[in-house]
């Protein structure tokens, strides 16, 4: 199954808790097309705004899913200086998904497990009736 691009990102920001850079999140996350690349640029360019913005006459802040831990360089920190990591909405987010696959892998299993009970239930009762037919005939 091919995985969302935010789910690419979240499971790279989860397992990079101590913080990324632009090119980290760009070469390990695998085989990335050109848009999820702007996704991932806008994004970061969203929390290096709203970092160095802070506290700025008219500041309204820019949706992202990344939080800008130390803003370095004036390029939006996409020459490598700045570091991210995931912020505490998208960290959530990605927990939620994963309590949700969980849950669904869990429901999965269940139903086979169930449709075995009735399976094996049925036999015991067709069992039953067939044994208590041979008592009655005898």
């Given at each position: ?47 290096f705004y ?52 969980e849950a ?35």
């Amino acid at each position: 199954m091919n995985k969302n691009t935010y789910i690419k990102i979240f499971e790279f920001g989860e397992k990079n808790l101590d913080g990324f850079n632009y090119k980290k999140i760009i070469d390990e996350i695998p085989q990335l097309k050109d848009w999820e690349k702007m996704i991932i640029e806008e994004n970061i360019k969203n929390a290096f705004y709203n970092k160095t913005h802070v506290g700025a006459s008219g500041f309204n802040s820019k949706e992202s899913f990344f939080y800008c831990m130390g803003a370095g360089g004036g390029d939006y920190g996409l020459n490598n200086l700045s570091k991210y990591i995931l912020n505490s909405e998208s960290y959530f987010n990605y927990i939620d998904y994963l309590e949700l696959k969980e849950a669904r892998e869990t429901a999965k299993k269940a139903h086979t497990t169930s449709i075995w009970a009735i399976g094996i239930a049925i036999i015991t009762l067709i069992t039953s009736i067939i044994f208590s037919v041979i008592e009655i005939c005898s």
